[in-house]
Each structure stands twice: as structure tokens, then as C-alpha cells.
């Protein structure tokens, strides 16, 4: 178990902190484009970091994200004037552009040269892939973007999607490298039953080596981009099923899932630091081949996914930071616990697959005591985690250097997948192909004995 002063460092994000620091020298995907539709539309708050921004589209179609309050007396630019190329605190007119120059003070005499000693706090942005992107870290010329493979496919092929979580960002991010509580949190009361052999065949390979060994063997591989890691359960005879995820310094998960079928879509997570106490979790469901199908969206609209919530399933719009992504079930309602459903069909008695983690991660507390943990070999996999983000920080406040993957985007270009092996083969070699990007494949399913290659 973490020590408290490890503790602090994991969780902490302030300006100033190590952990801060390290993930300010990458880029955060801060908003979706739609959320700034037009060039003027109205300005937003945004709190990252444990700082509060305001983001605007200027007249030019070009995004900001300056801090909330104007340096002249404090007062809030979200209140502001969004026009002619800058956004105007109101209080008394001073004006700024995107990159923090004030370029009009009507409040000082014409022959005044004040406004151009004024630089307000300003990070740049870019837009891609359907995603502003805010770099808050102190580089003038900042690093390019994560080369993950999402970004890369056209905007029909991906959704993309966010939630608030009331909880610190690394207890979200912990969840989702976790295998073994898929068998359990996620499951359903049924999973729990004795089947019949024929019941048993009918089910998906995945399900079927979940129910039989619900105690997962982590295998970890620490690599240049974070951690590599294999969760090995039984198979058949002579066979070990993988589940095979990957975190991504600073916050960035790939987790196998749905890899059993001939045709499919693929995930990837973030989980941005709001402040200490929550966090913002950005999902992206994709397919690198091909336009997304409206079942499948209708699936994420439902809340089957671990990132996604249909609008429906959202607080009413708020102009608080992140407002329009409050989820309905929360603390307040118990998540809409059904204990009806709870002892007849699912293991939780949540109904949303994302308010089932959502749920237990909150219930920590806002920042969870680790040093109060009693872990065991299924942690494993958390550990490294752990172990990996608090040696980078210490390793960037000790040297300066700039951290994995910051320099080397490509870094990014792999794929979580399953696959069934012979029960002696290793699996790092056997799934090399299956876990790095090929443009041009998609491969995906398990069969007995063999991991299914692309098409």
C-alpha cells in the first residue's frame, strides 16, 4: 500500500504539485468542438487542474481558454462579450485574445500604452479529431498530439463522449485497468449459478472463462508508454485466455473489450483531472474500418458503455464547469439502486454499466485512504500503475526531462485485444500483432488455441 506522502503525490494535480506538474506537459482533450459550435457563440467554464478557465471561439473560429477572472479587478469573463475576435470583460471593457494579449483597454486615455504590459493567463488549443485540446504545461513551442489511433479515423467512424465523476482521478482510472472486477461489479446474478453443460457451451468464450476462473493472474510489462498488462485466466484444457489492457502516461487506458466478435469496435479512456476531488472521464468508441453502426450507438445512448451516457441520461444543462455532463444517477439518488434487480438479475442492482464503477469508486470517499488498502494479487496490475505514475513524477520534478511519450507520439499506436492460447506459449510474443496499430486491419475475436488475426 502507497505510504500517505505517496498518496498525496498520486492524487494531488494543483499547480505546483509533482503530479501536477508531470501532467501539464501533455496535451488534455479538454472539450468536444461542439460544446464551442460557432465562431462568438456564448463562452464556457472549464476547470482543469484544479484551475478555472473560460473558453471561447473567437470571430475567426479560433479557441481560447484563458483564466476565469479578469486581471484587472478579478471580476469573471465568463460574463464577458464574446466579439470582434476577442472576448471583453464587461466590468469595464478591457478585451483579450486567445492568446492572452490585451488588445483593448477603453477604460485608460487613448495615448495609454498600459494594455500592452497586460498578458492574461492564456493555454494554447488545437482542434482535432472532433476534440479541443488545451495544453496548460510551460513548453513555448508544446509537444504534438498523442498519436492514438482514434484520432485518426474519420468522424463517422467514432463517438465520442464524457461524465463527471465525483471522486479523484485516479480512483476512475484504477477501475478501469481492473480485470477482476469485471466477474463481479459488472456481472449478473445469473453469472453466479451453476450451468448445465449446454448452458455453459452456449455462452461467448469471454463469459464463459470469466465465470470459470474469476480469480485472473496478472502478468505486467512495464514499456516506454506506461504498463502492459495481461490478465490470464483458464481456458480449455490445454489453453489460458488474455485480456490484454494498456495505461497510458499520464491518464489514457486501452481496454479489451467486445474483441471476441469478427467486426469490432475499440475504446480508449481518459480520465482528465477536474481538481482533487473529481474528474472528467473522456471515452471514445471507434472502428478503424468502417462508419459506426446505429446499433451500436444506440447501445452508448442506453449507458451500455463504461464512458457513455445517452443526453437523457444527464442532469438538466448548467453553466457550471462541465455542466451539461452531470450524469443523473449520483450519490443523491444511491446511483437508482434497484435492490428488486439486485437479487434477481444484476450483481449490483445498478442498471448502467458506467454508474456500476461510478458507484463503488465515489463511495471511497473523494480522495480514497490507501494507506488503509489490504491488496492482493489481483491488485497487481493497479500497483504498477501506481508505481509507474509516481515514479515519473518524481522522476520529472528530479530532471526536468521531458516524460514519456511527450516527445515520441507514436508511443500510442497500440491495441488492447484477447486471445486464447496454447497454455505454455508465451503470450507477449504470440500477441505482438494484435497489439500494435496496423493500418488496415481491425483484428478482433478468440478462438481455441489461436488469436484471430485482422482483416
Given at each position: 500500500?502507497?505510504?500517505?506522502?505517496?498518496?498525496?503525490?498520486?492524487?494531488?494535480?494543483?499547480?505546483?504539485?509533482?503530479?501536477g506538474?508531470?501532467i501539464?506537459?501533455?496535451?488534455?482533450?479538454?472539450?468536444?468542438?461542439?460544446?464551442?459550435?460557432?465562431?462568438?457563440?456564448?463562452?464556457?467554464?472549464?476547470?482543469?487542474?484544479?484551475?478555472?478557465?473560460?473558453?471561447?471561439?473567437?470571430?475567426?473560429?479560433?479557441?481560447?481558454?484563458?483564466?476565469?477572472?479578469?486581471?484587472?479587478?478579478?471580476?469573471?469573463?465568463?460574463?464577458?462579450?464574446?466579439?470582434?475576435?476577442?472576448?471583453?470583460?464587461?466590468?469595464?471593457?478591457?478585451?483579450?485574445?486567445?492568446?492572452?494579449?490585451c488588445?483593448d483597454?477603453?477604460?485608460?486615455?487613448?495615448?495609454?500604452?498600459?494594455?500592452?504590459?497586460?498578458?492574461?493567463?492564456?493555454?494554447?488549443?488545437?482542434?482535432?479529431?472532433?476534440?479541443?485540446?488545451?495544453?496548460?504545461?510551460?513548453?513555448?513551442?508544446?509537444?504534438?498530439?498523442?498519436?492514438?489511433?482514434?484520432?485518426?479515423?474519420?468522424?463517422?467512424?467514432?463517438?465520442?463522449?464524457?461524465?463527471?465523476?465525483?471522486?479523484?482521478?485516479?480512483?476512475?482510472?484504477?477501475?478501469?485497468?481492473?480485470?477482476?472486477?469485471?466477474?463481479?461489479?459488472?456481472?449478473?446474478?445469473?453469472?453466479?449459478?451453476?450451468?448445465?453443460?449446454?448452458?455453459?457451451?452456449?455462452?461467448?468464450?469471454?463469459?464463459?472463462?470469466?465465470?470459470?476462473?474469476?480469480?485472473?493472474?496478472?502478468?505486467?510489462?512495464?514499456?516506454?508508454?506506461?504498463?502492459?498488462?495481461?490478465a490470464?485466466?483458464?481456458?480449455?484444457?490445454?489453453?489460458?485466455?488474455?485480456?490484454?489492457?494498456?495505461?497510458?502516461?499520464?491518464?489514457w487506458?486501452?481496454?479489451?473489450?467486445?474483441?471476441?466478435?469478427?467486426?469490432?469496435?475499440?475504446?480508449?479512456?481518459?480520465?482528465?483531472?477536474?481538481?482533487?476531488?473529481?474528474?472528467?472521464?473522456?471515452?471514445?468508441?471507434?472502428?478503424?474500418?468502417?462508419?459506426?453502426?446505429?446499433?451500436?450507438?444506440?447501445?452508448?445512448?442506453?449507458?451500455?458503455?463504461?464512458?457513455?451516457?445517452?443526453?437523457?441520461?444527464?442532469?438538466?444543462g448548467?453553466?457550471?464547469?462541465?455542466?451539461?455532463?452531470?450524469?443523473?444517477?449520483?450519490?443523491?439518488?444511491?446511483?437508482?439502486l434497484?435492490?428488486?434487480?439486485?437479487?434477481a438479475?444484476?450483481?449490483?442492482?445498478?442498471?448502467?454499466?458506467?454508474a456500476?464503477?461510478?458507484?463503488?469508486?465515489?463511495?471511497?470517499?473523494?480522495?480514497?485512504?490507501?494507506?488503509r488498502?489490504?491488496?492482493?494479487?489481483?491488485?497487481?496490475?493497479?500497483?504498477?500503475?501506481?508505481?509507474?505514475?509516481?515514479?515519473?513524477?518524481?522522476?520529472?520534478?528530479?530532471?526536468?526531462?521531458?516524460?514519456?511519450?511527450?516527445?515520441?507520439?507514436?508511443?500510442?499506436?497500440v491495441?488492447?485485444?484477447?486471445?486464447?492460447?496454447?497454455?505454455?506459449?508465451?503470450?507477449?510474443?504470440?500477441?505482438?500483432?494484435?497489439?500494435?496499430?496496423?493500418?488496415?486491419?481491425?483484428?478482433?475475436?478468440?478462438?481455441?488455441?489461436?488469436?484471430?488475426?485482422?482483416?
Amino acid at each position: 500500500m502507497p505510504s500517505n506522502e505517496d498518496n498525496e503525490l498520486l492524487t494531488r494535480v494543483g499547480a505546483g504539485t509533482p503530479m501536477g506538474d508531470l501532467i501539464r506537459q501533455y496535451w488534455l482533450p479538454g472539450l468536444l468542438s461542439t460544446e464551442l459550435p460557432t465562431p462568438n457563440s456564448d463562452p464556457l467554464r472549464v476547470r482543469l487542474l484544479g484551475e478555472d478557465l473560460i473558453a471561447f471561439r473567437d470571430s475567426d473560429g479560433r479557441v481560447g481558454m484563458v483564466g476565469a477572472h479578469c486581471p484587472h479587478r478579478g471580476a469573471s469573463l465568463f460574463f464577458g462579450r464574446n466579439e470582434e475576435s476577442g472576448l471583453r470583460c464587461v466590468y469595464h471593457g478591457w478585451k483579450y485574445d486567445v492568446a492572452g494579449n490585451c488588445v483593448d483597454m477603453p477604460s485608460e486615455p487613448p495615448e495609454s500604452s498600459f494594455k500592452d504590459r497586460i498578458r492574461h493567463t492564456a493555454y494554447p488549443c488545437i482542434e482535432h479529431a472532433g476534440v479541443i485540446w488545451t495544453y496548460m504545461g510551460p513548453l513555448s513551442d508544446p509537444p504534438a498530439l498523442p498519436n492514438l489511433e482514434w484520432m485518426s479515423v474519420p468522424d463517422d467512424h467514432r463517438i465520442l463522449a464524457k461524465r463527471v465523476q465525483y471522486s479523484n482521478w485516479v480512483q476512475a482510472l484504477e477501475g478501469e485497468i481492473d480485470s477482476s472486477h469485471l466477474g463481479f461489479a459488472h456481472s449478473r446474478v445469473t453469472d453466479h449459478r451453476a450451468l448445465s453443460p449446454e448452458q455453459e457451451r452456449a455462452l461467448s468464450p469471454s463469459l464463459r472463462y470469466q465465470r470459470r476462473d474469476t480469480h485472473p493472474r496478472f502478468e505486467l510489462v512495464e514499456t516506454d508508454y506506461g504498463v502492459l498488462i495481461a490478465a490470464r485466466r483458464g481456458a480449455e484444457a490445454d489453453s489460458s485466455y488474455y485480456r490484454i489492457s494498456h495505461f497510458l502516461l499520464p491518464f489514457w487506458t486501452l481496454v479489451a473489450s467486445g474483441t471476441e466478435r469478427d467486426d469490432p469496435t475499440r475504446g480508449t479512456r481518459a480520465f482528465i483531472p477536474i481538481d482533487d476531488e473529481s474528474v472528467m472521464v473522456f471515452a471514445t468508441t471507434f472502428h478503424p474500418l468502417r462508419p459506426l453502426r446505429e446499433t451500436e450507438r444506440a447501445v452508448l445512448r442506453t449507458g451500455g458503455g463504461a464512458g457513455y451516457v445517452g443526453s437523457d441520461h444527464f442532469l438538466p444543462g448548467a453553466t457550471a464547469p462541465f455542466g451539461n455532463w452531470r450524469p443523473i444517477a449520483s450519490a443523491e439518488n444511491d446511483y437508482l439502486l434497484d435492490r428488486n434487480a439486485q437479487r434477481a438479475t444484476s450483481f449490483t442492482g445498478i442498471a448502467e454499466f458506467w454508474a456500476q464503477d461510478a458507484a463503488l469508486q465515489e463511495s471511497m470517499g473523494a480522495i480514497c485512504d490507501r494507506t488503509r488498502e489490504h491488496l492482493g494479487s489481483s491488485d497487481s496490475a493497479i500497483v504498477r500503475m501506481r508505481a509507474r505514475l509516481i515514479g515519473a513524477s518524481k522522476q520529472f520534478r528530479k530532471t526536468g526531462a521531458c516524460p514519456p511519450g511527450v516527445e515520441d507520439p507514436d508511443l500510442y499506436q497500440v491495441r488492447a485485444s484477447v486471445a486464447v492460447l496454447p497454455r505454455e506459449e508465451p503470450w507477449l510474443p504470440a500477441t505482438e500483432d494484435l497489439r500494435r496499430v496496423v493500418p488496415g486491419t481491425n483484428p478482433g475475436g478468440v478462438a481455441v488455441g489461436l488469436p484471430v488475426g485482422g482483416r
